[in-house]
């Protein structure tokens, strides 16, 4: 589901068992497993000032996933609908937008997706199909420390995004849990007090993103 690390198999091998179980039953499973992670993220991103296209696009590929049999469910429709109140509600009070025309934009893509309108602009952003057989991993010599943290942000289930527009002393910022965080050579600076920022060990930052 994160936007900056999306991994598909999880979904696909769930919606594997469509066939077998009743579309009431899988979107319940949805309802309280899947929707909780995604619209925490979407708030965290768009409380971000982000680009809303990019948002939209997000959106869109994850609602293209959906057989058409599940969107139509009451509980997966609300959750979708949820996330269209978010967006209006993040450009309407918002009144420092980064990029111009993104309210118009968001407005429009919300109005006509609750009339089933939708044009191709925006359906055309559907997410990547999961490759049949992933290539292997880089072994650990190569990950990088930002990739270090997106698994460690994964296996314990805490949202790892940018936060588009946000720097300190040039260096752009990161939502990791409950933490706001820049990256310096190999060194994750915590947000401890406004304008300042202290080194923290990983083991530290899991455990303070979780508070």
């Known amino acids: 589901i994160n936007p900056n690390h999306q991994i598909l198999d999880p979904f696909h091998w769930v919606l594997s068992w469509a066939d077998m179980i009743s579309p009431v039953h899988l979107a319940s499973l949805f309802d309280k497993q899947f929707f909780p992670k995604f619209t925490a993220i979407l708030k965290t991103w768009l409380s971000s000032n982000p680009n809303y296209n990019e948002v939209i696009m997000w959106y869109q590929g994850w609602k293209g996933l959906f057989p058409l049999n599940l969107v ?78 997106v698994r460690q942000a994964q296996d314990n289930n805490l949202i790892f995004v940018p936060l588009p527009g946000r720097y300190h002393e040039g260096k752009s910022l990161f939502k990791f849990g409950n933490c706001t965080l820049y ?7 915590v947000q401890v007090h406004p304008n300042i920022f202290n080194p923290m060990s990983i083991a530290k930052l899991l455990e303070v993103a979780k508070r």
């Open 183 to 189: 990256l310096d050579k190999n060194v994750a600076y």
């Open 72 to 149: 139509h469910t009451p509980g997966i429709r609300s959750n979708f609908m949820r996330c269209l109140d978010f967006m209006n509600k993040a450009v309407s009070s918002s009144s420092a937008l980064s990029h111009p025309g993104a309210r118009e934009t968001v407005l429009y893509f919300t109005t006509a997706e609750r009339k089933g309108e939708t044009d191709a602009t925006f359906r055309r952003a559907a997410l990547p199909t999961i490759q049949t057989a992933p290539p292997p991993p880089p072994p650990p010599a190569q990950l990088s420390f930002k990739d270090v943290l």
